[in-house]
Nanobody, 124 residues
Framework: QLQLVESGGGLVEPGGSLRLSCTAS????????IGWFRRAPGKEREGVSC????????YYADSVKGRFTISRDNAKNTVYLQMNSLKPEDTAVYYC?????????????????WGQGTQVTVSS
């Protein structure tokens, strides 16, 4: 069974950068689109970014366009989320998941195999 593990979170000042990693344990990683979601306190889980399996096309939420970049290294079974120009409103627990059902990339109900999450805190 596919297992995903996130890492790279931490505390950073506004304007700073972090790179999150999502590493898969299974060789089926190549066959899944991988998405990053986040959940801030008191809010629902929201889609941040996704990278498609077939063509590697990236998708981004409007709130992170131009600041975040998603990429994947199939040889390392890892998807990265480079986060630049971080803002306090980016503070949340970030999760990665594998999209297993057809649907909008930012619908968490189409995802499975969620990782445990990594905390990102943007504060001065």
């Amino acid at each position: 069974q596919l297992q995903l593990v996130e890492s790279g979170g931490g505390l950073v000042e506004p304007g700073g950068s972090l790179r999150l990693s999502c590493t898969a344990s299974s060789f089926t990683f190549d066959h899944d689109a991988i998405g990053w979601f986040r959940r801030a306190p008191g809010k629902e889980r929201e889609g941040v970014s996704c990278i498609a399996t077939e063509d590697g096309r990236p998708y981004y939420a409007d709130s992170v366009k131009g600041r975040f970049t998603i990429s994947r290294d199939n040889a390392k079974n890892t998807v990265y989320l480079q986060m630049n120009s971080l803002k306090p409103e980016d503070t949340a627990v970030y999760y990665c998941g594998a999209q297993v059902l057809v649907g909008p990339w930012d619908n968490p109900r189409t995802y499975d195999y969620w990782g445990q999450g990594t905390q990102v805190t943007v504060s001065s």
